[in-house]
């Protein structure tokens, strides 16, 4: 057996901070990336089916979306 003494682990609320912050990115970024990979499906889908191609405004709000998602979601590793 070691006769050493085991420190306590440190409370490091900086280094807390930078993880909380590092793993809400990774979720944002990985929502953002599938957004972007399924919502092109629901626009296609909505479009066949006739009323979303009835209002422009939500097409383009769509493919807005879209464009925001891809960039956001882009750094988003899957594994």
Same mark, same amino acid.
């Given at each position: 057996?070691?006769? *050493?003494?085991?420190? %306590? %682990?440190?409370?490091? %609320?900086?280094? !807390? *901070? #930078?993880?909380f912050?590092? &793993?809400?990115? +990774?979720?944002? +970024?990985? $929502?953002?990336?599938?957004? !972007?990979a &399924?919502?092109?499906? $629901?626009?296609? *889908? =909505?479009?066949?089916a006739?009323p $979303?191609? #009835?209002?422009? #405004?939500? $097409?383009?709000? !769509?493919?807005?979306?879209? !464009?925001v998602? *891809?960039?956001? =979601?882009?750094?988003?590793? %899957?594994?």
């Open positions: 057996m070691s006769t *050493a003494t085991r420190t %306590p %682990p440190s409370l490091d %609320p900086l280094g !807390a *901070a #930078e993880r912050v590092s &793993l809400v990115t +990774r979720a944002v +970024r990985g $929502v953002a990336f599938w957004t !972007a &399924l919502l092109p499906l $629901v626009l296609v *889908a =909505g479009l066949l006739g $979303v191609g #009835e209002q422009l #405004e939500v $097409v383009g709000g !769509a493919i807005a979306l879209n !464009a998602c *891809a960039l956001v =979601g882009h750094g988003h590793s %899957p594994s």
